[in-house]
């Protein structure tokens, strides 16, 4: 047993040591957010939590830290020295509670074994939509429910450039607004492609079907590529446009991906705008149940470690599940908004849907606009394997009459109304 889980509610009545490993946005938060709460929490635990030691770049020796503590708090982030530290502290029996997806996407499994095998608490809330309590969901209150699909806006940044699309930004315009007001980094490439997103997906797929999911097998797009025309269009079917990270069961396995999605208006993460994070949960059980909040920055983010940490010291959590892998599906049916620039003359749109019609892709609404020797064609399709959507638009684009390389982007079809 844990140091702390002997030490927790009801315990020594001594302070609760914490080692702090990162003292930046997140740490600096947590730090302050500690200090206003110690008083609180020793009300309802018995314990008073204090950070014992602090680790930077520049100052504290992780040794004596770890000596010192009886819970680590990982907020360096990156790959090195973060595991190295969250390793040899579950090794010498310490909990820990750490804010980084990039790690747990890539090293998950590694660190749950450690984690088993000394039985010690690993907490990761703040790694997957910061403030937003999806990991506890899924942990504990949901974890007798057999889930189907997890929906997410797990990037805030993706999510506001968006919106401010939607209100007719261009991609550029957004971006550089994201930038001024702190929600996108200057380097955005991790957010904008997806990537970080993809990272948040494998942590919620481990949690949701337990299958071990590393980033790499996360297939992910992003939204640099997106066009404002592809929002006035989609607005016109009824749709608004999110970056969505699915995990879901697709034919005895388990499909996890990133992408630009079209929702219908009635979807519960069709209205969540702004740089806010979101998490819908599927289930025959409990239809549906969403949770949204701030996905990032260090007051939010700091509120989901210190919970972790209280979790911890009122013994509550326990260490992750063995996994149970199922198979990594890739080709998955979807409903789809295709984009044609084509020639405006008589029979096109009829050849069109021919040969769409020869893939077994069947047209749900189409929007066709004239514009002088050209029109545009917007349709959505009904659900269709992605193999057989990607084959029908390569002979589409052989066409003589299409101007351009069409355009898809994947529709969720399900309303909750
Ligand atoms: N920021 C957010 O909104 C947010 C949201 C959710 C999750 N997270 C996660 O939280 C973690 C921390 O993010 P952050 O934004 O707080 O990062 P940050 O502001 O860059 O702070 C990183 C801290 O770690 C320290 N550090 C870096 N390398 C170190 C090393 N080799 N040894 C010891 N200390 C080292 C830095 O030391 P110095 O002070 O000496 O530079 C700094 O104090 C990441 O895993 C991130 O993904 C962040």
């Known amino acids: 047993m844990s140091s702390s889980a002997r030490g927790g509610q009801g315990g020594d009545g001594g302070p609760f040591r914490v080692g702090l490993l990162g003292h930046g946005t997140v740490g600096g938060a947590f730090s302050t957010l500690l200090a206003e709460r110690a008083d609180e929490i020793e009300r309802f635990n018995g314990r008073r939590p204090v950070i014992t030691g602090l680790l930077t770049r520049t100052q504290g020796s992780f040794q004596e830290i770890l000596d010192g503590a009886e819970l680590l708090v990982e907020v360096i982030g990156g790959i090195e020295p973060a595991r190295e530290y969250l390793l040899a502290a579950m090794r010498s029996g ?55 699909s997890v929906h997410g806006i797990v990037n805030g940044t993706t999510n506001f450039i968006l919106s401010e699309m939607a209100r007719g930004s261009s991609y550029p315009e957004a971006l550089a ?45 992003g939204i640099e590529h997106l066009q404002l025309e592809d929002m006035e269009y989609a607005r016109e079917l009824g749709l608004g446009l999110k970056l969505i990270g699915t995990a879901e069961r697709r034919g005895g396995g388990l499909s996890v991906r990133v992408h630009p999605t079209f929702l219908y208006g009635g979807h519960p993460l069709a209205s969540v705008s702004g740089p806010f994070n979101a998490v819908t949960v599927e289930s025959g059980t409990i239809t549906e149940i969403t949770m949204s909040g701030p996905g990032a920055g260090g007051p939010g983010t700091a509120s989901a470690v210190l919970g972790d940490v209280v979790s911890v010291m009122n013994g509550g959590a326990r260490p992750p599940a063995p996994p149970l892998p199922l198979p990594l599906v890739e080709d998955v049916e979807s409903a789809y908004y295709l984009h044609l620039d084509v020639a405006d003359r008589p029979g096109v749109l009829a050849a069109v849907t021919a040969v769409l019609g020869e893939h077994e892709v069947s047209i749900r609404s189409v ?35 299409v101007r351009s390389t069409p355009r898809t982007i994947r529709v969720i079809e399900e309303e909750f109304i």
């Not at 747990?104 to 608490?121: K, N």
């Not at 970080?196 to 996360?218: C, E, S, W, Y």
């Open 177 to 221: 607004e994201a930038q001024r007001r702190g929600f996108a980094e200057a380097d955005p490439s991790d957010d904008v492609s997806g990537r970080d997103a993809a990272a948040k997906m494998a942590i919620l797929a481990r949690l949701a079907f337990g299958t071990p999911v590393h980033l790499d097998q996360v297939r992910y797009e």
């Open 367 to 401: 929007v066709q606009r004239g514009m002088g020797e050209r029109a545009r064609l917007v349709m959505v399709t009904h659900p269709v394997l992605e193999s057989g959507l990607r084959a029908a638009i390569e002979r589409v684009a052989e066409f003589e009459f």
């Open 94 to 148: 310490k909990d820990v509670v750490t804010a980084n997806k990039q790690l747990l996407s890539h090293h998950g499994e590694e660190l749950f074994e450690v984690a088993r095998e000394q039985d010690v608490r690993l907490r990761f809330e703040a790694a997957v939509a910061g403030a937003v309590p999806v990991v506890r969901l899924l942990e504990e209150s949901l974890s007798a429910t057999p889930i189907e």
